[in-house]
């Protein structure tokens, strides 16, 4: 299971919608299990299974329905591949003759998930399935890719969310169409070399300000109800602590923290940023990318 990890507007959906055949690409070649997916894209659709990140099944045909019709487009039966959905869709028998319209969040991503492998692909692309289904249709969706993995089906996984990092075998982190780093969730962490500093005081939004404008900051960002400052270079507790006091702020808690996949994933996406050349007309360019990932992180949470 590969995931692809990275907030909206990333390149998430572009990168698979190539994948899929349903954008040609400008330049460069994909390959799929050695295949062009432009010359032999045929092949591809036979073989892919490709959840969007919208719903995209027939709302007013039932359950039965749906899975039926998407059986026959690939020549194929329910009977023929119902091991493969065995254990999802005796959460939905008993909705059977319901129209998927009518379906629970969670109950239409089961379907559509139904609908992807009753081919029996041989890679299941599914574009940020979980989002905006509650917590525990989550962890159960993520739950069943881990069975169908178990079955030799190969998945590349779109989402949002940072901690999803931990349930793939492999991630890639992607924003503004670039991949910043491919590796285990454990190999990214351990990439991480700075320090990074855990501050929480009654005001942090006083503490971004002042620690954006500490030389010795490389990365400052909100997380929660703190927030993360990272450094290049060595620090001293009571150092942050006199220059925060300075500049009339008080630290309620102020300590080293270890890295977790967001934190390395802020750091990448700020090292990006200031490697572009900055706009005309808008000055160096240095607080703007901080104040966009800082509503990513944010807004992700």
Not at 79 to 105: C, M, P, T, V, W
Not at 163 to 171: Q, S, W, Y
Not at 270 to 297: H, M
């Amino acid at each position: 299971m590969f995931g692809l990890i990275g907030p909206d507007g990333a390149g998430k959906t572009t990168a698979m919608r190539l994948l899929v055949t349903l954008l040609l690409p400008d330049a460069g070649t994909i390959l799929f299990n050695d295949v062009d997916v432009v010359a032999d894209y045929r092949y591809v659709r036979s073989n892919v299974g490709y959840m969007p990140g919208s719903f995209a099944l027939y709302t007013d045909l039932t359950v039965e329905e749906n899975l039926e019709f998407f059986a026959s487009v690939f020549n194929s039966s329910i009977e023929k591949n119902y091991h493969l959905i065995k254990d999802i869709y005796e959460q939905l028998a008993a909705f059977k003759d319901r129209r998927a319209g009518a379906l629970s969040g969670g109950m239409k991503q089961k379907l559509a998930l139904c609908c992807a492998l009753i081919h029996s692909p041989l890679a299941l692309i599914l574009d940020e399935p979980t989002t905006g289904v509650d917590a525990v249709s989550r962890m159960e969706f993520w739950n069943m890719l881990r069975r169908l993995t178990d079955q030799g089906i190969t998945i590349l996984v779109s989402t949002p969310y940072m901690e999803e990092a931990a349930l793939c075998d492999r991630v890639g982190l992607i924003d503004n169409g670039r991949i910043l780093h491919v590796g285990t969730q454990q190999d990214i962490i351990n990439s991480f070399t700075k320090e990074l500093w855990s501050i929480k005081s009654t005001n942090n939004r006083q503490v971004i300000a002042a620690l954006r404008s500490y030389d010795a900051t490389d990365h400052v960002y909100p997380y929660r109800d703190k927030v993360m400052m990272s450094a290049s270079k060595a620090l001293h507790q009571n150092d942050i602590i006199d220059y925060l006091s300075s500049q009339g702020i008080h630290t309620e808690t102020l300590e080293k923290a270890k890295p977790d996949i967001e934190d390395c994933f802020m750091d990448l996406m700020q090292s990006q940023y200031a490697s572009l050349p900055s706009p005309q007309g808008e000055g160096s360019g240095e607080s703007s990318p901080k104040r966009q990932a800082s509503g990513e992180s944010s807004q992700d949470e």
